[in-house]
């Protein structure tokens, strides 16, 4: 698992909404030739339509609230698992309860170049 994490794709962010910080994270992975230039647009899209904010809680109420942004794999150019800390909480709605929001500290923008293996590559993530 250690090679879907690269330097060049781990980012700390002083984004404060869920847009600023995933068009900031886009961005960068758009210039290092990771993403398409499409990549936000779908990201952003999927994110409304189907959230990826989980809550931590029930495995220990000390641990942060993450989210796992991710789109098809026709919207990237690599398989790679993207960490990004969040100096300041920002709002994502909950995967188990779209209605739901549910402040995190932590992403984990998924980039899979290869259909076949995201179910897996979510499942290990997790």
Same mark, same amino acid.
């Given at each position: ?6 330097? +060049? ?11 600023? &910080? ?10 290092a030739g990771?993403?398409? +230039?499409?990549?936000?647009?779908? &990201?952003? +899209? ?62 984990? &923008? ?8 995201? &179910? ?7």
């Open positions: 698992m250690t090679q879907l994490f690269s330097k +060049d794709s781990v980012f700390v962010s002083n984004a404060d909404s869920k847009e600023a &910080v995933l068009t900031e994270v886009s961005e960068a992975l758009l210039k990771y993403v398409k +230039d499409n990549f936000l647009e779908h &990201v952003l +899209d999927r994110e409304k339509n189907y959230p990826t904010a989980l809550s931590l809680s029930n495995i220990s109420e000390t641990y942060p609230n993450v989210a796992v942004p991710h789109t098809e794999p026709e919207f990237v150019n690599t398989t790679k698992i993207v960490p990004v800390k969040l100096t300041n909480p920002i709002v994502f709605q909950n995967m188990s309860s779209p209605h739901k929001d549910l402040p995190v500290e932590f992403l984990f &923008v998924i980039l899979n170049g290869t259909k076949a293996n995201q &179910v897996h590559l979510l499942s290990d993530l997790i």
